[in-house]
């Protein structure tokens, strides 16, 4: 979670939680508050090197905004899978690079 935080020169608010199933109590108990949730997967729960993918759920209910109907698979759901995507790949490359300092992650920063 520092990571997600500390990358970013906005401010932005971020949870974790400790199951899939209290995210799930949470989104339940407050509906309309959260836009999305993204749950990794992992093969080994001690090992966080073992993730083997990741599930996005969405509010999927259109909005009224500004005089149109948004889809929040247009606003919501493919921009939250292209970054959640590319900071995976981030992560995996850099750690890669870390053995000498020159690999492809080091030039992605």
């Known amino acids: 979670m520092g990571n997600v935080t500390s990358r970013n020169s906005i401010a932005i608010t971020a949870t974790a939680y400790a199951s899939q199933d209290s995210i ?9 508050t959260v836009i999305a949730a993204v749950f990794f997967i992992f093969d080994t729960p ?12 969405t ?3 259109v909005k009224f905004f500004k005089g ?3 889809d929040p698979n247009y606003f919501v759901q493919l921009p ?3 970054a959640v ?9 850099l750690q890669v690079s870390e053995g ?3 690999g492809i992650g080091v030039k992605l920063l």
């Open 80 to 82: 939250l899978q292209s």
């Open 24 to 32: 799930q109590a949470f989104l339940f108990n407050n509906p309309e």
């Open 100 to 102: 000498n300092g020159n």
């Open 68 to 70: 149109t109907y948004q």
């Open 46 to 57: 001690s090992n966080n090197d073992a993730l083997s993918g990741f599930v996005l759920e």
């Open 85 to 93: 995507q590319r900071e995976i790949s981030r992560y995996f490359m």
């Open 59 to 61: 509010n999927t209910s």
